[in-house]
Structures are given as structure tokens and as C-alpha cells.
């Protein structure tokens, strides 16, 4: 078993715990940079906000987007330490990321996610041009346009 948030558990580090066994990890290091993808294609849903829409969210991105190598792409064809059903995090689950097991430092674990300073993608889409991104240094959150490149690091559910 594992003590808890900042531990290695189930392919990656663990950064949220629900309370009833579950929770969320991240991958124990970035999966690149790349675009949100799509610029201007209207997608539905993707709009979860929430601890738990980053899978759907993913989802209903590559429903929507078929372009390849964006970073919702990446996490869904990620196969890493034997787990393959790896996805984007919605804008919340960034940042519970940033607070727990980034620089943060929430829970005084320091960044033992090893994130870079600087900007992430979520997940969550503001409209067909702009999605939800977060500055791993301030954790400020504001729109980022899908064609910029941002950090990628793909999260999992337990």
C-alpha cells in the first residue's frame, strides 16, 4: 500500500485522494510540450471543470479533434509503467497538481513532480479558440489559444 499524496503508487505520484480508496496520479514526468489543438473547430463538451471531467473532457476532445500529437492525443495514447488509460487533467485537477505535488507546495512536499516553471494545458476548453491553462510557477490560470505549445503531463485515475 502507499502513505498518501506525493507517493509513487500505480505508474506515477499520486496528487488527490477522494476519501473512498481512489484518487488521481500523475505521471512522474512531463510528456512533452505541444499545441491544445484545433484552433477554431467548435467541440462539443470538453467543458468539465471539476475533480473527475479531465477523462470525459479528454475524450470528448479527440471525438471532436482528430488531429494528431495534441496534448489530449499524447495522454490518450500514453502506455507508461504498464497503465494505459492515462488522460489530460480538466482545470481543477491542474491545479490540485500544481498545489499537492508541484511548486505549490501545499502540503510542504515541495515540487516532487518535478514540473517545470512554466505553463500547462488542462483539458477544459474555453471556446474553439482558447482552453484553460496554468502557470506552474504562481498557479495563476487564464486562457491559452490551442495553437500555442504548453507542457503536457497526463494524469490517471486509481
Not at 479531465?54 to 475524450?59: A, E, L, M, V, Y
Not at 488522460?87 to 491545479?95: A, H, R, T, V
Request: with cysteine.
Amino acid at each position: 500500500s502507499f502513505g498518501g499524496i506525493g507517493d509513487i503508487h500505480q505508474g506515477g505520484i499520486v496528487f488527490y485522494l477522494d476519501g473512498n480508496g481512489g484518487g488521481l496520479i500523475a505521471a512522474p514526468s512531463n510528456q512533452g510540450t505541444a499545441e491544445w489543438g484545433c484552433y477554431g473547430t467548435l467541440i462539443s463538451g470538453a467543458d468539465g471543470t471539476s475533480i473527475g471531467t479531465g477523462s470525459q473532457n479528454t475524450i470528448d476532445i479527440l471525438n471532436g479533434c482528430s488531429q494528431l500529437g495534441t496534448a489530449a492525443y499524447i495522454c490518450d495514447t500514453l502506455t507508461l509503467n504498464g497503465f494505459n488509460d492515462w488522460f489530460l487533467p480538466s482545470k481543477n485537477e491542474l491545479n490540485l497538481m500544481y498545489q499537492n505535488i508541484g511548486q505549490g507546495n501545499a502540503l510542504g512536499l515541495g515540487n516532487v513532480g518535478g514540473f517545470a516553471s512554466s505553463f500547462y494545458w488542462s483539458s477544459t476548453k474555453i471556446s474553439s479558440s482558447t482552453a484553460w491553462k496554468q502557470y506552474f510557477v504562481s498557479g495563476f490560470q487564464n486562457y491559452g489559444n490551442n495553437y500555442s505549445i504548453q507542457y503536457v503531463r497526463a494524469v490517471r485515475a486509481f
